[in-house]
Each structure stands twice: as structure tokens, then as C-alpha cells.
């Protein structure tokens, strides 16, 4: 049995996909961690009864922020973390205190459109492969030793809802599998 770590900002769907899937299995969720108040993923969190913390990034410096990550992390037990549309990037500090276990998911085949538009920019451009990737981060902006990449050829005439929500079900089909297996082996 390994302790799992979300940390997110937002809607918090790939959350609830992972919760689900963790939920059936011999693992656990043991936070989840948003830097947003009014996310709508803490609503999600407590459906599920799963502790979750706020940490404001606001009026301090973002190692003030990361000092109060850490301490939930270490007293959750956390064993792996993942970063489902958490919208910062963390400092190298608290990555080394997880290396290699910390994962990410972004909605494009890196290293093609990192950054916040993910979604958008691979919508915009020529491309007929769009997809998501997995990795482990580094302390670069959405760029890390990829895990897996799983890709669908568009026809052309989507739009750009429908492309997105092509690309977030690959993402919750794909993600919480992903990470049910590193769990796994910890
Ligand atoms: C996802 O598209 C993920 O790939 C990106 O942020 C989005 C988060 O969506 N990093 P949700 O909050 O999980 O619904």
C-alpha cells in the first residue's frame, strides 16, 4: 500500500478520475493540496472524504508556500505526488525532496505546446496527432522524462470543445492507470 499526493488548482476532473480509480485499489489518496480557495475540486475532495488543505500563494513568497506544501506532504505520509492542473511550478527545494516522484499530465504531446494553453495551441495548429503526455517532472516548465504519451488522429472539422474533451478523456482514462502502477512498485 503506497500514499498518494494530489496537488491541483482547478475544475479537479483528473482528480476525481484518479480518486475512483484509487479508491478500488490497495492504495490511498492522502491529500489533496490547491492553492486556490474556490476551486471547485475541494468540493470534489470532500464528496470523497478526502482531506484536503489550502495554501494561499498570496501576500508571501512562494518558499513560504512550499515550506506549508512540504510540511502536508511529509505529515500525510505522501509517497508520490501528482500534479493534476496544478497551475505553478515548484522550486527545485521541493522537488529534490521528492525525486522522481513527483508526476505531471499535460494536454499535448510534449515537447510540443507546454505552458497553460496546452490544449489550445495544439487545437490552432496543423498538427492531425493531439494527445496528452505523462512524466516526471523536472524543474523545467512541463518538461521531465515522459512516462507515456497516448495520441488520437483528428479529422479536421472538431471543434475546439470537442477536441478538448477528446483530450480529457484520454487523460482520465490514462492518468490514473499510470498511476496506479507506480504505486505499485513503491
Ligand atoms: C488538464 O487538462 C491537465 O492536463 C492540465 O490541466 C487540466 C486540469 O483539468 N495540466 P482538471 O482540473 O483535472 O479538470
Redesign the pocket.
Known amino acids: 500500500m503506497a500514499n498518494l499526493a494530489i496537488l491541483?488548482s482547478?475544475?479537479?476532473?483528473?482528480?476525481q478520475a484518479i480518486a475512483e480509480v484509487i479508491a478500488n485499489s490497495r492504495h490511498k489518496i492522502v491529500c489533496l493540496v490547491c492553492d486556490r480557495r474556490n476551486a471547485f475540486?475541494f468540493k470534489r475532495a470532500e464528496n470523497m472524504n478526502i482531506p484536503s488543505f489550502y495554501v494561499s500563494y498570496k501576500n508571501r513568497d512562494k518558499a513560504g508556500a512550499e515550506r506549508e506544501i512540504a510540511e502536508i506532504l511529509s505529515e500525510s505520509s505522501a509517497d508520490l505526488i501528482a500534479l493534476?492542473?496544478f497551475m505553478r511550478l515548484l522550486t527545485p527545494e521541493l522537488i529534490d525532496k521528492y525525486p522522481g516522484k513527483i508526476i505531471n499530465?499535460?494536454?499535448s504531446l510534449l515537447p510540443k505546446y507546454p505552458g497553460t494553453h496546452g490544449?489550445k495551441d495544439s487545437y490552432d495548429s496543423e498538427d492531425f496527432e493531439l494527445g496528452?503526455t505523462i512524466h516526471r517532472i523536472d524543474y523545467g516548465l512541463d518538461t521531465g522524462p515522459v512516462i507515456v504519451q497516448k495520441s488520437f488522429t483528428r479529422c479536421g472539422d472538431e471543434s475546439l470543445d470537442e477536441i478538448e474533451s477528446k483530450?480529457?478523456k484520454l487523460?482520465h482514462k490514462h492518468y490514473p492507470a499510470v498511476l496506479q502502477g507506480i504505486l505499485d512498485d513503491i
Open positions: 491541483a482547478g475544475n479537479g476532473s483528473n482528480f475540486v493534476a492542473g499530465i499535460h494536454p490544449i496528452i483530450i480529457h487523460e
